[in-house]
């Protein structure tokens, strides 16, 4: 077996695995099948394993083949990723910060936990918003500078992430004008009747809601939940219903969204991390969000 890899063998097997089978390869590739097989042929050849198997009148991966899959994804991604990181490289007065955002995070509460890295003044922020479990696989493979949720990195010891508190908030009750004097009168036990908007459960704080209503004695109206908070607040301003956010945005929900004050959701707080993939943060920008917690 030749354990010395060709990356232009490894490239077809990727583009037959993709385009599932050997003809739409070559047409992609604009190259003859014969071709496209041989390649793939000395590939099997240099692993010494097979990574296509027949099925019906194409082709299916092998076990071989689907692990030979994930390595090549990960390679091509980050060759797809080059021109990008070399252009930037040259723009020296450049501060690229690379952010990954939980879709459990309030979304209210973004800027102000970035609020440190925004005075940067050749700063370059990219934000990508996705679940949580995806973003520490990204943060692993190091697409990432750091991740904001609210939610520490489970522990596992195959990724070495390493989670830094950034804070945390009081939660109150917002209502639209339509819906404020019903809510106040009799709060908390008011939840009852009017209509409740609830972040769902990739949201941590919602077991805490929850488990908030429950020492209550309160079943809450739910009519709605909203994986972005941003989006509830939307609904809720809109007159859909009243609903739970942060303290610390109640000005600004006040005065953007025009809702009223409530009351507190007593003894629930929201916390929020930056998850990172050394206990040590290198990232200057990474350094500042923390710093100015500490401070």
């Known amino acids: 077996m030749n354990t010395e890899l060709n990356y ?11 385009e599932g089978g050997m003809s739409h390869a070559a047409e992609r590739l604009g190259l003859a099948v014969q071709t496209v097989s041989a390649q793939v042929r000395l590939l099997e050849q240099s692993l010494g394993h097979a ?21 090549a994804e990960q390679i091509f991604h980050l060759g797809e990723q080059l021109p990008a990181a070399v ?24 800027r102000d936990l970035l609020e440190p890295a925004l005075a940067e003044p050749n ?7 996705d679940e949580f479990d995806d973003l520490l696989a990204d ?4 697409r990432l500078d750091v991740v904001l949720a609210d939610r520490p990195a489970p522990a596992n010891p195959n990724l070495r ?22 809510a106040r009168e009799d709060f908390p036990n008011s939840l009852a009747t009017v209509p409740v908007l609830l972040p769902t459960a990739h949201a941590s704080v919602r077991l805490r809601i929850d488990q908030w209503f429950e020492r209550h004695g309160v079943l809450p109206r739910v009519v ?13 301003s809109s007159g ?39 206990r040590k943060v290198q990232h200057p920008l990474v350094q500042r969000l923390l710093s100015a917690t500490a401070g």
């Open 161 to 182: 992430l390493y989670s830094h508190a950034l804070g945390s908030s009081a939660l109150g009750w917002y209502a639209p004008k339509a819906w404020l004097a019903q």
């Open 51 to 71: 990574l296509f198997k027949p099925a019906g009148r194409g082709l299916a991966l092998t076990e071989a083949g689907q692990a030979a899959l994930q390595v």
């Open 123 to 129: 700063l370059r922020l990219q934000c990508h918003e």
């Open 139 to 142: 943060l692993a493979l190091h």
């Open 240 to 278: 859909m219903g009243v609903f739970p956010a942060s303290e610390g945005m109640r000005d600004r929900l006040l005065a953007a969204y025009g809702l009223e004050w409530i009351g507190p959701c007593d003894g629930v707080r929201e916390h929020f991390y930056a998850i990172g993939t050394a």
């Open 8 to 18: 232009k063998h490894l490239y077809y097997f990727w583009v037959t695995a993709k």
């Open 224 to 236: 709605g939940e909203f994986e972005d908070s941003a989006l509830l607040a939307t609904f809720g």
């Open 87 to 110: 252009r930037d490289a040259t723009r020296v007065s450049e501060v690229r910060l690379v952010v990954g955002i939980s879709d459990g995070l309030p979304k209210l509460a973004v």
